[in-house]
């Protein structure tokens, strides 16, 4: 699998989940094979495609520590393949405690070979083992961000672990964009915000997608109906917006 992508921010509530869904949502409409991970104890993600969190020894945590092989803890469902979440990912980092932790998902996933095209991974709010293991195994990272100060403090901080994981755990690791989501593009402060980022993003040898996904009230009926955007509101903005990134992910990957 060349493309193992690790959707990561250590602050909640940027959207997170919905892009690890809609992002691969829209590579599938494409017609790339996506598989979906949750790693978040949250489950968002495993809720939104109405994965069953509690099938026994099934989920993401018993894939790390090794109860199941990847092939048994893939769920076939009609929203995708994921490996579902698990709220005892909550207390993952006294759990995962043994020589080699960092691997445990990169290892899992070198057994499904060219299987699929794109791994999306939806990491937790924290900076943990959990976040660690995606960074390990994925080929590159995605940073969702609110146009807020907040979101841009964060971002300095997360950068501190991926610089971490690249130089001990995975060499390749690098930035693939920052993503903005629930953005208003007629609020000066969010463009203000914006250019700052992107300030950022070239100070971290990155960039600042140029898709900006748009506050976009049909996401939200669309997870309560544990459907995607695609379906519920395809002429939606952040139908649009998703396709559009899509694309800019694709072409990115082409260009390697």
């Given at each position: 699998?060349?493309?193992?992508?690790?959707?990561?921010?250590?602050?909640?509530?940027v959207?997170?989940?919905?892009?690890?869904?809609?992002?691969g949502?829209?590579?599938?409409?494409?017609?790339?094979?996506?598989?979906?991970?949750?790693?978040?104890?949250?489950g968002?993600?495993?809720?939104?495609?109405?994965?069953?969190?509690?099938?026994?020894?099934?989920?993401?945590?018993?894939?790390?520590?090794?109860?199941?092989?990847?092939?048994?803890?893939?769920?076939?469902?009609?929203?995708?393949?994921?490996?579902?979440?698990?709220?005892?990912?909550?207390?993952?980092?006294?759990?995962?405690?043994?020589t080699?932790?960092?691997?445990?998902?990169?290892k899992?996933?070198?057994?499904?070979?060219?299987?699929?095209?794109?791994?999306l991974?939806?990491?937790?709010?924290?900076?943990?083992?959990?976040?660690?293991?995606?960074?390990?195994?994925?080929?590159?990272?995605?940073?969702?961000?609110?146009?807020?100060?907040?979101?841009?403090?964060?971002?300095?901080?997360?950068?501190?672990?991926?610089?971490?994981?690249?130089?001990?755990?995975?060499?390749?690791?690098?930035?693939?964009?920052?993503?903005?989501?629930?953005?208003?593009?007629?609020?000066?402060?969010?463009r203000?915000?914006?250019?700052?980022?992107?300030?950022?993003a070239?100070?971290?040898?990155?960039?600042?997608?140029?898709?900006?996904?748009?506050?976009?009230?049909?996401?939200?009926?669309?997870?309560?109906?544990?459907?995607?955007?695609?379906?519920?509101?395809?002429?939606?903005?952040?139908?649009?917006?998703?396709?559009?990134?899509?694309?800019?992910?694709?072409?990115?990957?082409?260009?390697?």
């Amino acid at each position: 699998m060349k493309n193992i992508i690790a959707i990561i921010n250590q602050k909640g509530g940027v959207g997170k989940s919905t892009s690890t869904f809609l992002i691969g949502k829209a590579l599938m409409i494409k017609k790339f094979k996506v598989l979906f991970i949750d790693l978040d104890a949250q489950g968002n993600l495993s809720y939104t495609m109405n994965a069953n969190a509690n099938l026994s020894n099934s989920t993401s945590l018993d894939l790390l520590i090794g109860k199941i092989k990847i092939d048994k803890a893939i769920q076939h469902l009609k929203q995708g393949d994921i490996i579902s979440s698990s709220p005892s990912l909550a207390v993952a980092d006294s759990i995962i405690i043994n020589t080699g932790k960092e691997y445990r998902l990169k290892k899992a996933l070198q057994e499904m070979q060219s299987l699929y095209d794109y791994v999306l991974i939806d990491t937790p709010p924290a900076l943990g083992i959990l976040t660690v293991n995606a960074l390990t195994a994925c080929t590159g990272a995605i940073i969702p961000a609110q146009a807020d100060i907040y979101s841009l403090q964060g971002i300095s901080q997360l950068y501190k672990t991926v610089t971490t994981v690249k130089e001990y755990c995975n060499p390749s690791l690098n930035v693939m964009g920052i993503l903005l989501t629930r953005y208003n593009s007629r609020a000066i402060i969010s463009r203000d915000i914006a250019d700052m980022i992107e300030k950022t993003a070239t100070q971290f040898q990155t960039k600042l997608y140029k898709t900006q996904i748009r506050e976009c009230t049909a996401i939200k009926e669309s997870q309560i109906k544990q459907t995607n955007i695609f379906t519920y509101a395809p002429n939606s903005n952040a139908a649009i917006d998703y396709q559009k990134l899509a694309d800019e992910i694709i072409k990115d990957n082409e260009e390697k």
